[in-house]
């Protein structure tokens, strides 16, 4: 997914947490604002997944990673307000800025 999209944001989240949803909602709020990003989510919790995880450094959903050009830029841990998650975002697009 990551290394066929210029832009990707992978949402890293489990069922048992309860920011989550927020997270999601704040993600689909901003997906609009940003067409040349792709999104994903990533489930954090089945087994076959825990490498992964520790690929990323996940310590706990919700967690967002950042890729431009299939390579990790940033990532964050934590619900995130929307007008931090829009800043965010706009850094994976505008890393001058």
């Not at 997906?31 to 087994?47: G, L, R, T, Y």
């Not at 975002?89 to 800025?97: I, Q, S, Y």
Request: net charge negative; aromatic share 12%.
């Amino acid at each position: 997914f990551v290394a066929s999209n210029p832009f990707a944001v992978v949402h890293c989240w489990a069922v048992w947490n309860g920011y989550d949803h927020q997270m999601r909602s704040a993600l689909a709020d901003q997906m609009p604002h940003f067409p040349q990003i792709a999104f994903a989510e990533f489930d954090v919790d089945p087994p076959d997944h825990h490498d992964i995880c520790r690929e990323l450094n996940v310590h706990g959903p919700p967690f967002l990673a950042l890729y431009r050009h299939g390579v990790l830029v940033t990532s964050r841990v934590g619900l995130m307000d929307r007008a931090d998650l829009r800043a965010f975002l706009d850094g994976l697009l505008n890393p001058a800025a």
